[in-house]
C-alpha cells in the first residue's frame, strides 16, 4: 500500500501531457501535433480544462510551444528511423506516447524511457490498465535522481547497446538541473556512437524572450518553485552551443523557438503561435 501511495507522475509531465490534449480538443484544424493518448494516461477527471494552468487564452502560448517541440523531435525521430537507427532515449520521459501512438515506427526502435521510479511505476501500472501494455520493445528505465543514481548504467542494464548509434531527446529538463548537471549529461552523450543524434530544449534568460512573453514566464516562476520544480538554469543559443561543443559533440546547430513558429504556424488563422523562450539543441557525434 505504501508504495501505491507514491506512485504518482510528475505534475510538469501531467501539465504537459493535458496541453498536448488541449490543443486537438480545442484549437482549430489542422493540428500541430495529435496526443490525446497522455490524456488517458493521466485521467485528470470531469473539469479538468478549467483548472487555471489549462486556461485556453491565457495558457495559449505555452500549449502552442509544447505541441511545436513534440512535432519537431517526433519528425526528427521518425527521419533517424528512416537513416537506420534502432534505439531512442528518452531522457524525463514523462508522459511520452511515441511507442503507443506510433506503432509503425516504435516497431523498428527498442525505445528507453528514463524517469523518476516513482513516475515510471505509475506509467507501467496505468500502461497495463488502458490494455497498451508494455512490449519488449518498450523499457521503462526507473533513475532515482534525488538519490544519485547512475542513469547511463541504468540504461546500460535495460539493453541500451552503447556500441550502436542512437537517437535521445531531452526536452523541457534543462530548466530544473544545474549547469553542472547538464555539462556531465552532455560529456556522456558526446560518448555515443558514432551516427547518434541528441535533441535537448534550453530556456533562454529572460533577456532573450519577446516582450510579449516575458510576464507570463515570469508568473510561472513561482508556481513551478511551489510545486517543488524550480526553474533553475537558463542558456543563451551561444552558451548551450559551446557547452556542447566542449563536451565533444562534432556538430551541434542552434533550433529557435521562432523557427519552429514559422514552420508550424504560419499559415494559421487562429492567431495560435508558440511563445518564445525555449529553444533546441541538436547535436550529432
Known amino acids: 500500500m505504501a508504495d501505491e501511495q ?5 505534475s510538469t509531465a501531467v501539465r504537459v501531457a493535458l496541453w498536448r490534449a488541449m490543443h486537438v480538443q480545442i484549437d482549430a484544424a489542422p493540428h500541430v501535433f495529435e496526443d490525446e493518448a497522455g490524456l488517458r494516461l493521466a485521467a485528470p477527471g470531469e473539469g ?6 489549462m486556461d485556453p487564452h491565457g495558457t495559449s502560448g505555452f500549449r502552442a510551444a509544447v505541441v511545436a517541440r513534440a512535432r519537431f523531435v517526433e519528425d526528427l525521430v521518425v527521419d533517424q528511423v528512416g537513416h537506420g537507427i534502432d534505439q531512442y532515449v528518452i531522457l524525463g520521459a514523462g508522459l511520452d506516447t511515441f511507442a503507443q501512438r506510433r506503432p509503425e515506427s516504435a516497431a523498428r526502435l527498442r525505445i528507453f524511457e528514463i524517469d523518476q521510479p516513482a513516475t515510471q511505476a505509475w506509467k507501467r501500472r496505468r500502461l497495463i490498465e488502458l490494455g497498451y501494455g508494455i512490449p519488449d520493445r518498450l523499457r521503462l528505465v526507473p533513475v532515482d535522481f ?16 552503447p556500441g550502436r548509434p542512437a537517437v535521445v531527446v531531452c526536452t523541457g529538463v534543462t530548466v530544473y538541473l544545474t549547469r553542472t548537471a547538464t555539462e556531465a549529461t552532455l560529456r556522456r552523450l558526446a560518448g555515443l556512437a558514432p551516427g547518434s543524434t541528441l535533441a535537448m530544449t534550453f530556456m533562454l534568460p529572460a533577456e532573450l524572450i ?3 512573453d516575458r ?3 515570469e508568473e510561472t516562476k513561482p508556481r513551478a518553485e511551489a510545486s517543488g520544480t524550480p526553474f533553475i538554469s537558463f542558456y543563451t543559443p551561444q552558451e548551450m552551443l559551446a557547452l556542447a561543443r566542449t563536451a565533444g559533440f562534432e556538430d551541434a546547430r542552434h533550433v529557435s523557438g521562432t523557427l519552429l513558429a514559422t514552420r508550424y504556424f504560419a499559415d494559421r488563422t487562429d492567431g495560435l503561435r508558440p511563445s518564445s523562450g525555449e529553444d533546441l ?5
Open 6 to 10: 507514491i506512485e504518482v507522475p510528475d
Open 48 to 53: 479538468w480544462r478549467s483548472r487555471p494552468d
Open 146 to 161: 534525488e538519490a544519485g543514481g547512475n542513469w547511463w548504467q541504468q540504461l546500460s542494464a535495460a539493453g541500451f547497446d
Open 210 to 212: 519577446d516582450d510579449a
Open 215 to 217: 510576464a507570463a514566464l
Open 281 to 285: 539543441l541538436i547535436a550529432t557525434v
